[in-house]
Structures are given as C-alpha cells and as structure tokens.
C-alpha cells in the first residue's frame, strides 16, 4: 500500500521511485495517480465566499483558465480577498519572494541561494521594508493590512499545504505589510539594480577613447528612439542585446478597426513555473480591472478597466551607482567623505544554510551606502577601492500608492497624474483608451548627477553627486502622436536633444524597429493583429546581416563556408520552429561576439563583457572600425565554421535535426527537483 509516508519519501528523494514503488506493491502507473491526487488535495476551491471578520461577503471564483474574480462591497475587502485568492493560489512561492527579499533563502533550500541572500542582506532589503511600512499613507496602508489580513486567513484556513512546505517540512510564518513591501523591493532590485552594466562601462575604459569605446558603449539599431528623431543615443553607457526583452505598443484611431485604441504588452521576466505575475480580476467599490500583479503585492501593473489599458516595458536608466571610495592609508577602518574622514559603519548578519554551517557576514558602509565589491564578479574587483553603492531603491517610494491608482485611472491626466509617483523601476509606460487616444509616459525618480560617468564615480567628486531627480514634467512623453502609435522595446528612450542626462545601458533598437515597420503600414488594427505582432518571428538583424554575410562569404571555396551559405541562402529571416537557417545564423553571432570580444578584452573579463554593442553589426555590414589587430575576414569566416561544427557537433548529421527547435528549448526546473 503507498502510504502518504512512502510517497513523500519518494518525492523527497529519500527513495528511488523503483524502490518505493516496490515496497508498496504498486505500479509506477499507480504511483503517479496517488502522488497527482495528494498534490490536488491542496488546491483551492473553484468558488469560495469569505465572511468572518469582513463588512460583507467576498465572493472568489475561478475561470477556467484558474484565473480569480473577486467581488466585493468595500475596498478593503476586496484587497483581502485579493491576498486570500493569491495564498491559496501561490503561497510557496510568495514565501520564497518574501525570504529572497529578507536574505533568507539559503536556510530553506541551501547552498545555492547563499550569494542571493547576500546580496539582499547587504541591500539591507529587510530594514528599508520595516521603515516603509510605517511611512505608508493611510490609504495605502490601509488597503495593505487588508491583502495582508487576506493572506493570513488563507493560511489558517489551509488545511493541508502546498506540497513544498510538506517535503521541506516547515510552516509558512504570518504575514505583514514588511513582508509584501520587501517582496517588491527585491523585484525592483532585481529590474533595476543590474550592476554588471557598470562593470561593463569600467572594462571600456581598455578601449582607446574615440570610436572603437563608443560604438561598444552604442546598442545596434540605435537609431530607433522611443520618442525624438533618429541619431545616436543619447550619451550610452553600455548596451544590451535585448534577446529577452520587453515589447509594448499602443495604436490609435485612425489606425484601429472600430476606433478604439489597442494595446499590446508583453514586459518579460526570466521563464519560470510559475511566473512572477498573477493575473486576477477585481470587482469593487473603486476597482473594476482586469490585470496582473506582482505575486506577493496588491495592485495592477498592467491591464485595463471600462475605460483604459496601460502596460510596460522596462527601461535601463541609470538608477544606481557604484563609488569608489578613498580609504586613510594610516587607517583602513576610515574613509573620506568631502573634508571629513568617517568610520565606516559595521552590520553583522549571520545567514543559516540548510545542511551546513551558518555564515557570517559583516557589511560595511558609507554615507552613500553599502559597500559592494563582494556583489560583483571577482574578475571585475580584483584591484578596486571599496565600491559603495547609491540606489533609488534605498530611499522612501509611493509605488504602491501609485499602481493603485492607475488602474482607477479613467483618462490620460488621470493616468500620468498616478504616475507622478512612480519611482522605481525606470518603466516606459504604454497607454491606450476606449475613445482611441494613445500615449506614451516614462516615470520614475531619476538622479541627477553632474557629469556623464559609464562605469565608477568617484565619491569626492562634486559632480558625482546626486543633485535631485529629473522633473517628471521633463521625463519622456508622447501623447496622440502624429504616426497614430506609441512603441517601446527597451531602446534608449530620447535623442541627444533632449535636456536632461538620461543614460543607461538601452537594448538593440532590433525589435523595436520590427514593431514601427508593422504598425506603420497598419490599418484596421485590432486584437487579431496585435496577437500576430506579439507572435511575429521575423528578425530585423538577420534580414539586415546576412546580405552582407553571403557577399562577403561568395568567392570561399571552403565546404564548411558553403554549406552555411546555403542555409542562409534564401531564408525568409523567420524563426519559425521548423527552420534550419535560423540555428546556424544564432550559432554564427554566439560565435562572432566572442571573438570580437576577445579581441579587445583580457580572458579574465571574457565571461563578463558578452554584448559588444553595435561592433557585432559595423564589422559586418560596413568594417568602417579598427577593431580587429589580427586578420578580421579569417575571424568571420571561422566563426562560420564553427557554427556549421557546432550544429553537427549538438544535432549529428542529418539534416532533418537541424531545425532552430531543436536549439531554442527551455527547460522549467521546480526549486526542488535537485
């Protein structure tokens, strides 16, 4: 008999499945039934009604597609059955975001997340999130204690936990406003944080000044800009190749099939299973909105009401910097701050480890922050002063408030009015209304500094300092433009007629471009379109490389160079599942950037500098830079060789395995399946 005991033994990985099922008497086949029906046995309700302790019944149920609606009178009650759908639904994983942002990983599943819960103690994620919630409006707050309380009730109500908190044999601790703010703070870091961009714009200053650092430092395709004319981005400080990256677009009347505005959004997160968003609909007092929050956080980031849809991409703009700070060469436990020569402050934490010793941390710290070395790769630090990091993140944010209101928003004012306070992320937001208006709003608290700097700054520098946050009146924004639509996909937002330093590190202008060549010419847009922009495979840098690729390869004789010629030879450029041209092309570029990179960097910094910005596509299409000391056509034309090897190498000989689904695969791998 498989006993509820066996059975977890085997999910544990105590037992093989061959042994457990052995012991029970039981078939593999029956093994797999008993352990989908222990897991269903967690699962909630498809309808529930919450009364206890509410001023009316909250109604809870599920579509089909597991999505909750939830209903209520008050607005506090609906948040609360917001927070009690949302435990039901994801519980395990609201606990892992809690202890991510609280540095606490490590003592539940190991070794592996130790740097994570460094990274997040030296942050101090845990303090900021204490003091925001005693500085929360009492509005905000208020609607927080009610997710909060939401929370709590599903957790006392569970009678039997999700299967994780069973195997890893722990209970989910009561829930509070610190922990729904420290939850968001650490998505926040991890949007935008992302300090290996500085050590990026550090290793350029090995590239001589002028052309070869700029062109690094410029994403290809720059001269697709959010809004403002073509020309080089303004001031870049590093690029990024925007494989990964965010789409959104809103197409106006005049455009559109029946005259009402269409959005499309699709900001992008790492894949996971579950995803990092939950998606809800909310029925209530001030709420009626369909959309998707942050799992563990109330309100809508994107989604629409009656009247509005709104949705995102993020924007790299630099929101943190790194300060090398000057140590008393008699004194070592002192740094200079102006003038003045400071103790540096001490925090000692200690991190619990499952299965192994607790490691202790000591944290030291600047009037600018936490110092940071131990966050970046050694290669990068090696012989850097201390690093202290300044973050937007570390101060006071009306973020909740704001993503509370712009679902209510019922118009464009009203819209750019909540987003007034919007610090963090850097978001480009996208708008579109039932009337067909559409528009644009980039929102956040950007520091001022005086002095364009790509990688470090130097902590007694005046013009290093952060001298307030550009206006948001000044911040990038388009309304009803003359094309008909608004678009952005990570790309630098401005040109270099705009006012004020914006600069980060902006992705490839290459998707972006896709998405105005398609809305241009659009008309009658409408919900059918959208999905077929959304699934567009067509790639722009493909369609402009290979020309030049085939011409440069046309008078090799080599079979290596040839055959891959043919493959590329009469491609649409469409990443369709089934085509073969498209693994060669990606296994060329993988090949290509590493040797472009390698020409210029140390091997120490190869595995850290992996994007050479626009060089990639100026090699190929034009070779107006010195980058190459050696012999530039060989480099190509080995990077074509090691393409066609690789492919044979991974899928064999035949031919019929040489498709581009073969190489783009993903793979969901639960926390626990180690």
Not at 46 to 60: C, I, K, Q, Y
Not at 67 to 90: E, K, V
Not at 460 to 479: E, H, K, M, R, V
Request: net charge neutral; hydrophobic share 40%.
């Amino acid at each position: 008999m498989l006993t509820d005991a066996l059975l977890l033994a085997a999910l544990r990985g105590e037992y093989s499945l061959e042994a457990v099922c052995r012991a029970a008497g039981v078939s593999e086949a029956e093994f797999r039934r008993e352990r989908d029906a222990y897991l269903r046995r967690s699962l909630p309700p498809n309808r529930a009604t919450w009364r206890a302790g509410l001023a009316a019944p909250v109604d809870v149920w599920r579509d089909r597609h597991g999505i909750p609606h939830i209903h209520a009178a008050g607005t506090s009650d609906l948040f609360f059955g917001l927070g009690a759908a949302m435990a039901q639904d994801r519980l395990w994983q609201m606990d892992c975001f809690r202890r991510r942002g609280q540095g606490r990983l490590a003592e539940l599943l190991g070794p592996e997340y130790l740097l994570s819960d460094i990274t997040h103690h030296t942050l101090d994620l845990a303090g900021i999130a204490a003091r925001e919630a005693g500085q929360l409006d009492p509005k905000t707050a208020a609607t927080l204690a009610a997710f909060v309380a939401g929370i709590n009730r599903a957790i006392e109500a569970q009678t039997v936990l999700p299967i994780e908190f069973v195997l890893l044999d722990y209970r989910p601790e009561p829930w509070t406003a610190a922990d729904a703010i420290v939850s968001q703070r650490a998505i926040w870091w991890s949007l935008s944080g992302r300090l290996p961009s500085l050590v990026v714009g550090e290793a350029a200053e090995l590239l001589p000044g002028g052309p070869l650092r700029e062109a690094f430092l410029t994403p290809e395709f720059a001269d697709e800009r959010i809004v403002g004319s073509a020309g080089p981005p303004l001031q870049p400080t590093g690029s990024d190749d925007g494989a990964t990256g965010s789409n959104n677009w809103a197409v106006g009347r005049g455009k559109t099939r029946g005259g009402a505005g269409v959005l499309g959004s699709d900001p992008h997160q790492r894949f996971a299973l579950p995803g990092n968003r939950y998606e809800c609909r909310l029925h209530g007092p001030e709420d009626d909105a369909l959309g998707v929050t942050w799992v563990g956080s109330p309100g809508l980031v994107y989604g629409r009401n009656r009247r509005i849809a709104w949705g995102l991409t993020n924007s790299n703009a630099s929101v943190r910097d790194l300060y090398q700070e000057e140590v008393r060469r008699d004194d070592p436990q002192q740094y200079r701050d102006g003038a003045t020569w400071r103790t540096f402050e001490e925090r000692r934490v200690e991190i619990a480890v499952r299965g192994q010793p607790a490691q202790q941390l000591t944290i030291r710290s600047t009037v600018r922050g936490p110092i940071a070395n131990h966050l970046l790769p050694a290669a990068a630090v090696e012989i850097a002063p201390p690093l202290s990091l300044r973050w937007v993140g570390q101060e006071h944010l009306d973020d909740m408030r704001a993503v509370l209101a712009i679902s209510r928003a019922q118009n464009w004012e009203q819209f750019r009015a909540a987003l007034r306070d919007w610090a963090l992320p850097v978001y480009n937001w996208g708008y579109a209304d039932v009337d067909g208006h559409v528009g644009y709003q980039c929102a956040a608290r950007i520091p001022l500094r005086g002095r364009i700097v790509r990688g470090y700054r130097e902590a007694n520098n005046p013009f290093d300092q952060w001298d307030g946050a550009i206006p948001f009146t000044a911040l990038p924004s388009q309304y009803d433009p003359a094309r008909g639509f608004i678009a952005s996909a990570n790309q630098a937002p401005v040109d270099d007629a705009y006012p004020y330093p914006l600069y980060g590190a902006f992705a490839s202008g290459v998707r972006a471009l896709r998405i105005r060549e398609t809305l241009t010419g659009a008309s009658a847009f409408d919900g059918a379109a959208c999905a077929v922009l959304q699934n567009d495979t067509l790639s722009a840098r493909a369609r402009r490389l290979v020309p030049h690729l085939l011409r440069r390869f046309a008078s090799n004789d080599d079979p290596a160079i040839i055959a891959f010629c043919e493959q590329l030879g009469g491609w649409d450029f469409r990443y369709d599942l089934t085509a073969t041209a498209p693994i060669f092309f990606e296994l060329f570029l993988q090949h290509w950037k590493r040797r472009v990179v390698a020409e210029r960097f140390p091997e120490r910094l190869l595995s850290l500098v992996t994007d050479p910005g626009s060089v990639t596509t100026r090699l190929i299409e034009a070779d107006d830079l010195p980058w190459f000391r050696s012999d530039e056509a060989a480099a190509l034309l080995e990077c074509a060789r090691q393409a066609v090897a690789t492919v044979h190498a991974r899928f064999g000989a035949d031919p019929s395995g040489w498709v581009w689904g073969a190489l783009h695969r993903i793979v969901f791998r639960h926390p626990l399946s180690t």
